[in-house]
């Protein structure tokens, strides 16, 4: 996966799910991040309840398989974390919410699946991941380009208490705010001290948070929430990775066939953020020069390869 050989991966997950078949093997006694739901049957037909048993980035990422998912079955209900129902109110390919609790939903289902099993039953490969931004249904007034006003840009720097590797200290963060012509915003939920003076933008409303990042002109952020949420919003967005990253980022790219309107800054050493943040200042003074010109962001090359994925504005 991290090398984006998607269709080899597939090959060992087939592998994988037809030795738990054989040998009766069932995941209910685990947590539920870590249970595996699929049978391996085709869900063509029948009424499909997705699980979303993962974090609410996960979540937002791959709700944009369930279009391709409701082609093939009878019906869609999507048991999902309440935090995300207001969001995805709208969102294609789904016939019933019903909010995440304990215990199991009153619901007509024949079929289970967890929502990041999706790629496997699709068979989904980079090139074939559907990219086209924004895709949760909303319509927000977007930021407009404005040469004499500062660039409005949402910061995020923590991540999860789970995997701390993927948070920056804030004193790391120093030389952000020598920036020039930028106006920054805190989209740490929630909140947090920031590193330099910010104004808080972050809220626990998620669809009232979705809004208020479509003001910004770009959104900084650590691989969390904020940054799926811009993604997926098609907001100008570039996220920051620790060396270890996770395997959806893949391997030696800056961009993301998830999202065309996100940039990847990699770190080359684990733990070392200073050598991402002085690439970061680097890339604002670009976009600060962009931006002056009267050029709207994101970078160009960024948006060549959002006019290939058929993203819109």
């Avoid at 294609?92 to 289970?112: F, I, Q, S, T, Y």
């Avoid at 990219?131 to 409005?152: C, I, K, M, S, T």
């Avoid at 969390?224 to 967005?237: E, F, Q, V």
Wanted: glycine share 6%; hydrophobic share 45%; net charge positive.
């Amino acid at each position: 996966m991290l090398r984006g050989d998607f269709d080899a991966a597939w090959k060992v997950s087939d592998l994988v799910l037809h030795r738990r078949v054989r040998n009766r093997e069932f995941a209910h006694h685990l947590p539920r991040h870590w249970q595996w739901l699929w049978d391996g049957r085709d869900p063509a037909g029948k009424h499909v309840l997705v699980h979303c048993y993962h974090g609410l980035g996960d979540t937002l990422q791959f709700v944009r398989l369930l279009p391709s998912l409701r082609e093939r079955c009878a019906a869609i209900t999507l048991w999902l974390q309440p935090a995300l129902i207001g969001l995805l109110r709208t969102i294609e390919g789904v016939d019933h919410l019903e909010p995440l609790h304990n215990g199991a939903p009153d619901v007509r289902r024949e079929c289970d699946v967890e929502l990041m099993e999706l790629p496997h039953i699709l068979r989904i490969t980079p090139e074939r991941i559907p990219a086209r931004v924004p895709y949760l249904g909303l319509e927000f007034p977007r930021a407009q380009r404005n040469p004499h006003r500062p660039l409005r840009i949402g910061l995020c720097w923590r991540s999860g208490e789970w995997n701390r590797d993927r948070s920056i200290p804030e004193f790391t963060l120093l030389p952000l705010a020598r920036a020039r012509n930028v106006q920054w915003f805190s989209l740490q939920y929630p909140a947090h001290q920031p590193p330099f003076a910010m104004r808080e933008l972050a809220c626990c409303d998620l669809r009232e948070l979705a809004r208020r990042m479509c003001m910004l002109d770009l959104v900084v952020s650590v691989d969390t929430l904020a940054a799926h949420l811009a993604g997926a919003l098609g907001l100008p967005t570039w996220t920051l990775l620790p060396a270890d990253c996770d395997w959806r980022w893949m391997r030696g790219r800056a961009d993301s066939p998830w999202y065309p309107t996100m940039r990847l800054f990699r770190q080359a050493r684990a733990g070392e953020w200073s050598d991402v943040v002085a690439e970061v200042v680097r890339a604002l003074r670009d976009a600060e020069a962009e931006w002056c010109a009267g050029r709207s962001l994101p970078a160009a090359a960024i948006c060549a390869h959002a006019e290939r994925a058929g993203c819109r504005a």
